[in-house]
T-cell receptor
Framework: DVKVTQSSRYLVKRTGEKVFLECVQD?????MFWYRQDPGLGLRLIYF???????EKGDIPEGYSVSREKKERFSLILESASTNQTSMYLC?????????????FGAGSRLTVL | GQNIDQPTEMTATEGAIVQINCTYQ??????LFWYQQHAGEAPTFLSY??LDGLEEKGRFSSFLSRSKGYSYLLLKELQMKDSASYLC??????????WGAGTKLIIKP
């Protein structure tokens, strides 16, 4: 069964802490994405990656960075967490075919920054 | 700018039919996705339309009108397990997804 796993379902951090959100997929997908999901807003793309060591900024990259050292793992990093980064973070992956691809999502990591 | 609109919340009765609408404005268009998301869970793929018309998949159907910038998801014979949020996402000319805020569907017995 196709799977995207986000290691932390719930995290509580303090302002200024460095936060790592890990995502692993077992489908050998080239494409991986990080979104945040907030009430009343559509999913917003933070960063994405089409290959190992490759990363591209999405719509709201400020305050975030990413790492993709291995094909199956895509990490989201909050260098210095702030309260406005309290949110649900969703990781997704998709195959590399050209065109509109179906995303497979992880269950999400709910981050609270105090 | 690019925009997706869908109702925030809808309520329907078990066994009934409900239609969730989605209107979009995008720079170019390469299709429209519907995803289902149960509370606390991952969004899961329901349908993808790129041509005009209705596509049926069991109790769920999805319709697209490209000329009107409009889609709907039709759910028949509603079951309690259909209580979820339904996310609409349009694909723009760069194959980027533009997401709606989601429609929370509440099913009452």
């Amino acid at each position: 069964d196709v799977k995207v796993t986000q290691s932390s379902r719930y995290l509580v951090k303090r302002t200024g802490e460095k936060v790592f959100l890990e995502c692993v997929q077992d489908m050998d997908h080239e494409n991986m994405f990080w979104y945040r999901q907030d009430p009343g807003l559509g999913l917003r793309l933070i960063y994405f990656s089409y290959d190992v060591k490759m990363k591209e900024k999405g719509d709201i990259p400020e305050g975030y960075s990413v790492s993709r050292e291995k094909k199956e793992r895509f990490s989201l990093i909050l260098e210095s967490a702030s309260t406005n980064q309290t949110s649900m973070y969703l990781c997704a992956s998709s195959p590399p075919e050209a065109g509109a691809n179906v995303l497979t999502f992880g269950a999400g990591s709910r981050l609270t920054v105090l | 700018g690019q925009n997706i609109d869908q109702p925030t919340e809808m309520t329907a009765t078990e066994g009934a039919i409900v239609q969730i609408n989605c209107t979009y404005q995008t720079s170019g268009f390469n299709g429209l996705f519907w995803y289902q998301q149960h509370a606390g869970e991952a969004p899961t793929f329901l349908s993808y339309n790129v041509l005009d018309g209705l596509e049926e998949k069991g109790r769920f159907s999805s319709f697209l009108s490209r000329s009107k910038g409009y889609s709907y998801l039709l759910l028949k014979e509603l079951q309690m397990k259909d209580s979820a949020s339904y996310l609409c996402a349009a694909v723009d000319s760069n194959y980027q997804l533009i997401w709606g805020a989601g429609t929370k569907l509440i099913i009452k017995p």
